[in-house]
């Protein structure tokens, strides 16, 4: 408690009380006056101090010429902002520059700094003057539509807050530390903005999670991508959420073949010099692996960063570590605090619309009012002026009559009842205005403000015309403003169902042998007859050939399994979309394998969250040097990013094959010399995951498995072999005998010169269409019923035509077309399909 000294000059005060309140003071002048904008016009004290000297005190709208930018800061901190002039300055420079507002302010001329973090040049040497934007910013504020207040020594008033037509603070955002709080608050699209508060005046009860159908996201003026959405929906909802921004970026390939990541943008705020070196200094760590070269190669056409990879990395695994480590992926906190009447809220998207609505409805109101003010003074004096002219000869006789303008006014206003106003107009209206032309004149500005003035009226009296007016200016200042989103929305993969976005098409995999993939529509790929050359599969290098085509459909989850052991998991729709001769993508750069690994197998599953799906399957695979090993599906039922082990592999060894069963198949292994073996599934036991397996089938010297074969019990289904150079035939499974597993097995081909070695076995039924593709990358799709039944040890007809040194690359059963289509009618001699003018034989069936 205060108690005054004896002399009464000195005053006691408990000093935690006067430092809550000293500090409390300073507190809310910074909040107020400094740090937090207006929810109205969306604008701290300074940018509204700089926007209202640049319009009303310096006249620098954007039709006038450009002034020295050390001229406007000089004005605005003499009359309004007595603070450093670097702080008014670079508030000006910020509201000029592209990178930092969407809707930038300010036409500056001159250097105002870089995306790199280049600063400006000194004020002395750039000029600025007000956009186009800025004019409907400041449109009205002559009009008494918003309240102005004394400068800070009392000598020129300014305005409290402008009368903006543009939502200011949602469309440039927001950001200040005051003490206690800070904003932080993002910019957004124009169009999208003026969108919403549209469907606001239609109906003042629309919730948040509605306005979200026309204001998406933040829309930054960097563009780059927001990963992710659930932090979008609470920033709208809540005030408060963290949005992810990551950078654009694409994978292009360099002269020589090497794969290399362009960035095209960068999240908002970020310094793109910074994170440049940033990520160089990261590589010369060692922190991040795999990037060979960067380059900055950003011009006036645009940004473009270039990091030239290794031969051995993988682009997805690079740029996966560039956005955890680099500030190629930041978080844009946002804190949605703004002045509500001179006190610090928290608001949603929707009170920001509210207020500004609010804002704008204050403003038309009192824009009206001063209008019908000024209509009604205008014709109250045409009403005088119009009794003066009809009345001319009586006027100018009390005119001359009078000792005095006075007197003569004074004379007027009892003769006619006018009032001091009218009478003055009269006494200063000029001798012009007795023509017949100047009266007509007088007449029709009367007649329009009659008009006017009614409908100010009107408007005063009905708020539904007051919204439809504030409606039409936005619409008008979208069709005048309105862009394009520059940034792209990326729901993140637990925030959407993406098969939604799919229909359940079949689809053909290709994969080659140098480890390109693609899906194609199964549509594309036509049937011919036994014994066609084909039809162009792929485009590919001259090294190159397709080696793996699989069937499956968009919603199918597809297991790879690599020569190493290791399964990876991947949905069919994320595997990228080519044209039957395309050469398609890089499987590195789809699912993450190490660069000296390659896919073997793949399995074919939907189900992988149905228990008792998992539980009661199995897979089971073979390897090149005859090991077999079975397992539950249920431990490959948990999809990981970066894969699992599948199998142990010897080394000198890889895999060749993986099957999904129901655990009572018949298992067939056939090797490269033509013998194959048939057991039990049940011969197999289960084990691990990370087991290595155990015997399949026992090989000699040089020889290898090429393949395996699954048949359930309950399906009838021949097996189907073929040599390398196109020999084939079907066999009944009931020709091969049971045998222990682990032995030599019995033969299955008869192996000549002319057949090759074995190349592939399938089980097939006459369901089924056989495609072929041969190392030159042509293929054949033919019927499977063309190719007859033979023996176990025969030899089997010709089911390919190969030219030259050519050979088969891969054989796969697909499901018959339901509209088969043959190319050419089968003709001995005849051309089926033959490039380049060349043709080709087919062969007897019974050869």
């Known amino acids: ?58 006249n620098l709208y954007s039709d006038k010429p450009h002034r020295k930018s050390a001229r406007i800061v000089g004005d605005v901190l003499g009359k309004f902002h007595p603070h450093g002039d670097s702080s008014v300055y670079e508030a000006m420079v910020r509201m000029a520059q592209e990178w930092s507002l969407r809707y930038q302010l300010v036409d500056g001329q001159g250097n105002f700094g870089s995306v790199d973090g280049d600063g400006p040049a000194a004020m ?33 008033p300014e305005p409290t807050v402008l009368p903006t037509k543009i939502p200011l603070l949602l469309v440039n955002g927001a950001s200040g530390i005051a003490v206690g709080m ?58 408060r959420g963290r949005i992810v921004m990551r950078a654009k970026t694409e994978i292009e390939h360099t002269s020589t073949g090497r794969e290399c990541i362009v960035v095209t943008e960068i999240p908002y705020m970020v310094n793109k010099a910074e994170m440049i070196r940033k990520i160089a200094d990261l590589i010369n760590d060692k922190k991040i692996e795999g990037i060979a070269y960067i380059n900055d190669e950003s011009d006036r056409s645009g940004m473009r960063i270039v990091m030239i990879l290794k031969h051995d990395a993988v682009a997805s695994v690079v740029l996966n570590n560039l956005f955890k480590l680099t500030p190629m992926q ?87 009842s006018l009032t001091e106003v009218q009478a003055a107009a009269i006494i200063d209206m000029r001798l012009r205005a007795l023509t017949g032309l100047e009266r007509d004149k007088l007449k029709n500005e009367y007649d329009e403000l009659c008009k006017q003035i009614a409908y100010y009226k009107e408007v005063l009296e009905s708020e539904p015309l007051q919204m439809k007016i504030i409606k039409d200016e936005l619409l008008e200042i979208k069709q005048k403003y309105g862009d394009e989103r520059r940034t792209e929305i990326v729901l993140s993969a637990e925030e959407f169902n993406p098969e939604d976005f799919y229909a359940d098409d079949e689809m053909v995999i290709t994969i080659s042998h140098m480890g390109y993939i693609k899906r194609t529509p199964l549509t594309e790929y036509r049937t011919q007859n036994r014994g066609g050359v084909g039809m162009k599969g792929c485009s590919t290098r001259d090294e ?66 149905d228990r008792e799906y998992v539980t009661s399957n199995y897979i089971i695979m073979c390897t090149k040097a005859g090991i077999v090993k079975k397992t539950l599906l249920e431990a490959y039922s948990r999809p990981r990013q970066n894969g699992v082990n599948a199998i142990t592999i010897k080394e000198g060894d890889q895999l060749i094959e993986a099957k999904l069963t129901s655990g009572d198949s018949e298992v067939l292994l056939a090797a490269k010399e033509g013998k194959a073996i048939r057991f039990n599934e049940k011969a197999v036991r289960p084990i691990g995951r990370t087991g290595a397996g155990v015997k399949g089938i026992t090989i000699d010297g040089d020889d290898e498995v090429v393949g395996m074969i699954c048949v359930e019990k309950d399906r009838k289904e021949d097996i189907l072999v073929v040599s390398e150079h196109g020999y084939g035939k079907r066999t009944d499974l009931d020709d091969y005998r049971i ?99 060349q043709t080709s034989g087919t062969e007897n069936m019974n050869e």
Request: proline share 4%; charged share 30%; hydrophobic share 40%.
């Open 1 to 58: 408690m205060a108690e005054a000294s004896e002399e009464g000059r000195i005053i006691q005060i408990n000093i935690e009380e006067e430092m809550k309140t000293a500090y409390i003071d300073y507190s809310m002048s910074v909040i107020v006056s400094r740090a937090l904008p207006d929810v109205r016009d969306g604008l701290k004290p300074v940018h509204r101090r700089i926007l209202y000297d640049m319009s009303n005190e310096l």
């Open 124 to 156: 002395r040497y750039t000029e600025a003057r007000m956009r186009k934007i800025a004019d409907e910013v400041m449109a009205d504020i002559d009009k008494d539509t918003v309240d102005f207040r004394p400068n800070f020594d009392e000598t020129i």
């Open 182 to 239: 800070a904003t932080n608050m993002p910019p957004h699209n124009l169009s999208e903005v003026i969108d919403a508060t549209c469907a606001y005046i239609d109906d003042r009860q629309v919730e948040t999670s509605e306005l979200l159908k026309y204001v998406k996201a933040p829309d930054f003026p960097t563009g780059g991508i927001i990963y992710g959405y659930e932090g979008v929906r609470e920033a709208y909802e809540t005030g």
């Open 330 to 416: 930041t978080s844009f906190p946002v804190n949605n605090i703004a002045l509500v009447d001179g006190r610090p809220m928290l608001l949603t998207l929707r009170d920001l619309i509210r207020h500004f609505v609010e804002h704008r409805h204050d403003v038309v109101v009192r824009r009206t009012r001063y209008d019908l003010a000024q209509a009604e003074k205008r014709a109250h004096i045409l009403e005088g002026l119009l009794i003066a002219v009809d009345h001319i000869d009586e006027v100018i006789r009390i005119i001359r009559g009078s000792q005095s303008p006075d007197a003569a006014k004074i004379a007027l206003i009892e003769r006619f």
């Open 544 to 609: 190159d050939f397709i080696e793996h085509i699989y069937v499956t459909t968009m919603h199918n989850t597809m297991l790879f399994f690599t020569e190493k052991g290791r399964c990876y998991w991947l949905k069919v729709y994320a595997i990228p979309e080519g044209t039957r001769a395309s050469k398609g993508r890089a499987i590195q750069n789809v699912i993450q394998i190490e660069p000296d690994d390659a896919v073997r197998a793949y399995i074919n599953v939907r189900r992988l969250d």
């Open 739 to 837: 045998t222990n597993r682990g032995g030599k097995g019995v033969k299955t081909l008869q192996i000549t010169e002319k057949t090759g070695k074995l190349i592939a076995i399938k089980a097939v039924t006459d369901e089924n269409d056989l495609m072929i593709i041969n190392r030159s990358g042509l293929t054949i799709r033919i019927p499977v019923g063309d190719i007859r039944l033979a023996g176990r040890a025969t030899q089997g007809v010709k089911v390919i035509n190969l030219r030259g040194g050519d050979s088969i690359a891969s054989v796969i059963e697909v499901p018959k077309s339901e509209e088969p289509e043959s190319e050419t009618p089968e003709a001995e001699g005849g051309s089926v399909d033959a490039p380049d003018g």
